[in-house]
């Protein structure tokens, strides 16, 4: 394929196999002509003028022809409305995708674009309406979709201090509700983009993250003011776009592209910003859940009656945050029978709450005279102690030879106020209820 095929091209989509032969498009991201409602002032336009089956029937055939050169694990996201003819409502979205669905793309999703502005009408039975639909569509089964690079964990209910275990480390991944207001007057600076609808470049930015790398190709074939194609280039894409309308293409290389290629660097900042905090989370929580394992494990033992309180001396965990694989060390009375006591443990985590932790620990259960020696090739590490079942908030820091020094006689036996055995760590968490709180706030 040649070079120039890339950028904004004067030409009707209906002809696209004439630019494109290949089978080279990673995504299309697109808004056909609207049916009847704008004169896009070109005879060669979709839509104005047409009867509302050859409408359906050309749009068939160009998606037809994308669909031939998309790459097997490519997609499609169209954005579209229903409309009324004589009185009543055409479902053109689902009269649309079940064309498309004849062709051989596959619906994997409908998401309800809230934009806050969309043309005035009078029609009776027909409330104000301020979305559209997105669907989605992708060849087969094997497409991309990278839903960990869009996760907010902002997003997030209040209380994932205390259940690690149920929040995915990424954060939250967005409803099929996307709200994003297009953009109004005075937003390109100096004059409105005299486009029709042009699309928010956040939106178009979700969608490029969710499904493309660095160097994909990005198409619109109704490129309009070209939103997409500045928004692909500036994110290191390469993009290509087809319109009929000369003015169009202009308001794209004058205005459209320096103005998001301006606000680039700042929103490039931003989305850095994003990806540090959410890596800031995801450690975290699986800090956290790590933590919480063996809370879990010895409150389940106690109550099958595998263990009792005052025979467990403490628990020393070894976390992993990158493989996720613990170590965990039941500390136990020197003279507490171990006897079939892993295959009873191994039991307990095999199932639920447990077995949802996504964790892989290695535990060892071990008598408190032992353990000195298991010990030594953590020295001279410094430890964290987690006390009465706290497991987000570590207490103190103790190097560990101290540790066995102050704890070499000593059991819970002695201590009766003690509700849970402490939790010596390498991980070392404090999650502030003032830390939890802006999170509920952020929401």
Known sequence: MQEQIYGYHIHDSRRIREKIQKKIINVTITSPPYWKLKNYESKLQIGFGQVYDDYLEDLTNIFAEIYEITRDNGSLWV???????????????????????????KLQDIII???????????????????????????????KFYIDRIKEPKKLQNWWIKYPERYNPK?????????????????????????????????????????TNKNDIVLDPFAG????????????????????????????????????KSNWKKRKDELVERQRKSAQFSYKIKS??????PKTLVKIAIKKGILNLPSINFVFL?????????????????NFNLSNLHSKIESITSQPPLSKFGLTPEIEIVNQGKFKDIC???????????????????????????????????SLRQLPKIKFPPILSNLHERVSFKEKAELKHEK
């Open 171 to 211: 954060g939250k991944a967005p409803e099929r509700l996307w709200y994003f207001p297009i953009p109004t007057q005075g937003s390109w600076g100096n004059g409105w983009i005299r486009h029709f609808c042009p699309f928010p470049p956040k939106m178009v930015e979700r969608i490029i993250l969710l499904t």
């Open 79 to 105: 954005v579209m409305d229903t409309l009324k003819q004589k009185k009543e409502l055409k479902l053109l979205p689902f009269d649309f995708a079940t064309r498309l669905k004849e062709i051989g793309w």
């Open 288 to 293: 956290l859940r790590q933590l919480k394992y």
């Open 376 to 410: 030594k090739k953590y020295f001279p590490q410094s430890f964290y102690i987690y006390e009465d079942g706290n497991t987000h908030y570590y207490r103190r820091k103790i190097h560990l030879s101290e540790w066995i020094k102050q704890n070499k006689n000593v």
């Open 225 to 260: 003011s070209g939103v997409v194609l500045a928004q692909a280039k500036v994110m290191g894409r390469k993009a290509i776009g087809f319109d009929i309308n000369h003015s169009y293409k202009n308001m794209y290389i004058n205005k459209v592209y320096p103005f998001i």
């Open 113 to 143: 674009w809230v934009k806050d502005k969309n043309l005035p009408w009078s029609h009776k039975g027909k409330l104000r309406n301020i979305f559209e639909y997105i669907l989605f569509f992708t060849k087969n089964d094997n497409f």
């Open 318 to 334: 070894i976390g992993n945050i990158k493989s996720m694989s613990p170590k965990i060390y039941l500390i136990l009375e020197d």
